[in-house]
């Protein structure tokens, strides 16, 4: 049995516990019993065509370990400088345009395009050499601007302190006008899918509901 006492607890996510292990690797242990070979598949194939994800280090059915990214995660950085939320809105945005060249790899099922499906904020860290991209575990295949709306549906219905509101709809509305401007017909979609994936809190789903009902236009 590998021993516990040499791991720090970093972060727990909505499915992992992550830890820092004694030689400062990271590990991530899924709390759901998803196969975290498949998210290593994906990051190798990732860093393989340049998008900047952690270095895979060791990959079992429970556990991930990769390289630890030090730096805020992009979340972090919104609220503690909020005149950037901007700037921040734009290189969200430019992750998605990165992401929008790289072919969806064959061992992905489905069709279509390469989709993260979770890139909102949190799961970007901003890096010493840039931001990098976490949390591959939702990857699929679809439609481009389905994967752009998710980032928009994450972020509009997350729950925030009264003073960060008027900072999301900054980064929200700067994201927005640096993405293909279709994706916003994308948003009912995106709400039902990201209902659909965990359980939410009452007002959260209250939220995703009303972005399903919404027309698209
Ligand atoms: N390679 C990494 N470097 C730095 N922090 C990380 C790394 N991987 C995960 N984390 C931290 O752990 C949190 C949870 O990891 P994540 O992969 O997003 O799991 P979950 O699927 O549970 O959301 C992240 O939001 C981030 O704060
Ligand atoms: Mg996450």
Not at 47 to 58: A, C, L, M, T
Not at 102 to 120: N, Q, R, T, V, Y
Request: aromatic letters at 6%.
């Amino acid at each position: 049995m590998r021993s516990v006492a040499q791991r720090q607890h970093l972060a727990s996510g909505q499915d992992s516990d992550v830890f820092i292990r004694s030689d400062g690797l990271l590990v991530k242990r899924t709390r759901t019993g998803r196969d975290l070979r498949c998210e290593a598949e994906m990051m190798l194939y990732l860093s393989g065509h340049g998008i900047p994800v952690p270095r895979v280090f060791e990959a079992t059915e429970d556990e991930l370990v990769m390289q630890y990214v030090p730096g805020p995660r992009m979340s972090e950085e919104i609220g503690r400088k909020p005149w950037l939320a901007g700037s921040l809105g734009e290189e969200l945005a430019d992750l998605h345009h990165r992401l929008d060249l790289i072919p969806a790899p064959g061992f992905l099922s489905g069709e279509g395009d390469l989709l993260h499906l979770d890139l909102h904020p949190g799961n970007v860290v901003l890096g010493p050499e840039g931001p990098v991209v976490l949390d591959w575990a939702s990857a699929g295949k679809g439609d481009r601007r389905l994967d752009v709306a998710l980032s928009w549906v994450s972020l509009a219905v997350a729950h925030l302190a009264p003073v960060m509101k008027l900072t999301r709809w900054r980064f929200l509305r700067s994201f927005m006008a640096n993405v293909d401007p279709e994706a916003k017909n994308a948003i009912p979609e995106a709400a039902r899918i990201r209902l659909a994936r965990h359980d939410r809190d009452p007002r959260e789903r209250a939220a995703l509901q009303k972005l399903m009902d919404r027309e698209p236009h």
